[in-house]
C-alpha cells in the first residue's frame, strides 16, 4: 500500500490515509487501497477500527481535484460511484468506525467521517462541502448524510454557502461528539476504542446493525429489527458468560472482565 497504512493494537486497528503531499486528498489509488485494507481486517481479532489522517494538518482535503478536473458526464457518476461504495463499506461495516479528525475534513474528507460510526476531532479540525466553489455538488454521500446526521436546514447552508465550519461549531451542531488537543485525539480515539472492543463482540455489531437499519425504516419496522438482533445474542457465550457473571453472589467474579467470544 503506498497511501494506506494499518496497524493493530490488541482488538484495536488503526487505518490512516497517507497522502501528506495532497493532505490526505482521496484519489481513485486511495480509494481503492482503503477499500482493500478494510476488505483486509480480520474480524475475528479486530473489533473497532480508528480511521485517520497522517500528518498534523489534515484528516482529508477531499476528493482529488486533479482527477476529477478533466473527467467526463460518465466517468464523474463513476467516481461518484467508487467513492460511495467504499464508503457503504465503511458505514455498514460490521464492527465500530471511530473517525478521529484531525485537521480538514473538507468534501470527501468530511464525507468519509460522516460514514463512520463516531466522529472526534482536534481543535485544528475544519468541516466542511466546497464543493459548489468548485462547480460540482459533494459526491461521496455529503448531500445525504449531512442532511441525516446534523439537520437539513443547517446542511443546506453549509452545501450552499461552501461555508466551512470549525471544530467548535462542528461540536456544537453535532457533527463530532468531542474536540481534543491535537496531541490527545489519537490516544482518545485508541481509547474508545479499546473500551468498545472490551464489550462483548456479537452485542455491539448487533447494535451497530440495529441502529443503522432502524434508522432506514419506520419505527413499526425499526423495532423488528431491534426485536431479531436481541434474539440474535440469546444463546450465545457470551450473553450466558456476561448475564451468568452478574448473577454470580460471588463479588470477584461479579466484576471480572468477561472475556467476551466473536461467537
Ligand atoms: N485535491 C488535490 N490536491 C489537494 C487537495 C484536493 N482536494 N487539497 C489539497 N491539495 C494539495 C494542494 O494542491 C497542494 O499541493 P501542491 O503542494 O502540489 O501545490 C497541497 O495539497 C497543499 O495544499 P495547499 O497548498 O492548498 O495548502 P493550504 O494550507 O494553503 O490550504 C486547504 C489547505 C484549505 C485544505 C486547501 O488545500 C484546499 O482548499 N483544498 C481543497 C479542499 C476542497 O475543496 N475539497 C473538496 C474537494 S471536492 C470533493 O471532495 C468532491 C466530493 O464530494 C467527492
Known amino acids: 500500500m503506498e497511501f494506506v497504512t494499518y496497524e493493530t493494537e490488541g482488538a484495536v486497528a488503526v487505518v490512516t490515509i497517507n497522502r501528506p503531499k495532497a493532505l490526505n486528498a482521496l484519489n481513485s489509488q486511495v480509494l481503492e487501497e482503503l477499500e482493500a485494507t478494510f476488505d483486509a481486517i480480520n474480524l475475528d481479532e479486530i473489533r473497532a477500527v480508528v480511521l485517520t489522517g497522517a500528518g498534523d494538518k489534515s484528516f482529508v482535503a477531499g476528493a482529488d481535484i486533479g ?37 480538514f475534513a473538507l468534501g470527501g474528507g ?26 460540482i455538488t459533494p459526491g461521496f454521500g455529503g448531500t445525504q448524510r449531512l442532511a441525516r446526521l446534523v439537520s437539513p436546514g443547517m446542511a443546506k447552508q453549509m452545501i450552499y454557502a461552501a461555508r466551512n465550519i470549525k471544530a467548535d461549531e462542528a461540536y456544537r451542531i453535532g457533527l463530532v461528539n ?4 491535537l496531541e490527545e485525539l489519537m490516544p482518545a480515539a485508541k481509547k474508545l476504542a479499546a473500551t468498545i472492543a472490551q464489550n462483548a463482540p456479537i452485542a455491539v455489531r448487533n447494535c451497530k446493525k440495529a441502529i443503522n437499519e432502524g434508522l432506514e425504516v419506520d419505527m413499526d419496522q425499526a423495532i423488528v429489527i431491534e426485536e431479531k438482533l436481541f434474539g440474535d ?21 461479579k466484576l471480572k472482565v468477561v472475556p467476551f467470544q466473536n461467537k
Not at 445474542?233 to 467474579?253: H, I, R, S, V, Y
Request: net charge negative; glycine share 10%.
Open 67 to 103: 482527477e476529477m478536473s478533466t473527467l467526463t458526464k460518465a466517468e464523474g457518476e463513476a467516481f461518484g460511484k467508487k467513492g460511495n461504495d467504499i464508503f457503504r463499506k465503511i458505514e455498514t461495516f460490521p464492527i465500530p468506525v471511530i473517525a478521529a479528525i484531525n485537521g
Open 110 to 135: 468530511c464525507e468519509i467521517s460522516m460514514s463512520c460510526d463516531i466522529r472526534i476531532c482536534s481543535e485544528n479540525a475544519m468541516f466542511g462541502q466546497p464543493e459548489v466553489g468548485l462547480g
Open 178 to 181: 468531542a474536540v481534543y488537543p
Open 233 to 253: 445474542c440469546f444463546e450465545t457465550e457470551d450473553q450466558k458468560a456476561g448475564m451468568g457473571n452478574f448473577l454470580e453472589k460471588d463479588k470477584e467474579k
